[in-house]
């Protein structure tokens, strides 16, 4: 049986190596927050962070996570909104919402990385799809969070 670390819990699971951590996410341990999207690593609402560094969780495997940290969008609830989710707020960004988690978390590890992003950087991380097309609304989110974030 193989222990995963997910949101600073360690947790054993009975399951196939070859299981997708999505499933595992939502099915096995309850974390609903990730989205199932396409399946293929293309849309990015299954995104997660594995040792700090944003994933799809579609086709990322179990084993692939072994020994690693996981963290879901359910590990950043606080007693305060993170300032990336207030940012969000803040700007409108979700219309349908379903992307949402998945942008949030590929929007934190940005800003852990480039505290102070560029368009530029911002176009190159955040990869993840929104069918509702708020990108506009997303780049300013992003930057009012990484000053929030840099200004403590």
Known sequence: MPAIKVNGE?????????????WVLRDTL??????????????????VHVNGEPVRSC????????????STIESLEQAELHP????WIDHQVPQCGYCQSGMIMATTALLAEKPDPTDDDIDA???????????????????AAAKTMREG
Not at 10 to 22: A, G, H, M, S, Y
Not at 84 to 87: L, M
Not at 125 to 143: E, L, P, Q, V
């Open 84 to 87: 990336v989710q207030q940012a």
């Open 125 to 143: 991380a955040i990869t993840n799809i929104c069918r509702c097309g708020t990108y506009a609304r997303i780049r300013k989110a992003i930057h």
């Open 59 to 70: 086709s990322t495997t179990i084993a692939d996570v072994a020994g690693k940290e996981i």
């Open 30 to 47: 309850g974390l609903v927050g990730t989205k199932f999207g396409c399946g293929i690593s293309a849309c990015g609402a299954c995104t």
């Open 10 to 22: 360690v947790r054993v699971i009975d399951i196939e190596d070859d299981t997708p951590l999505l």
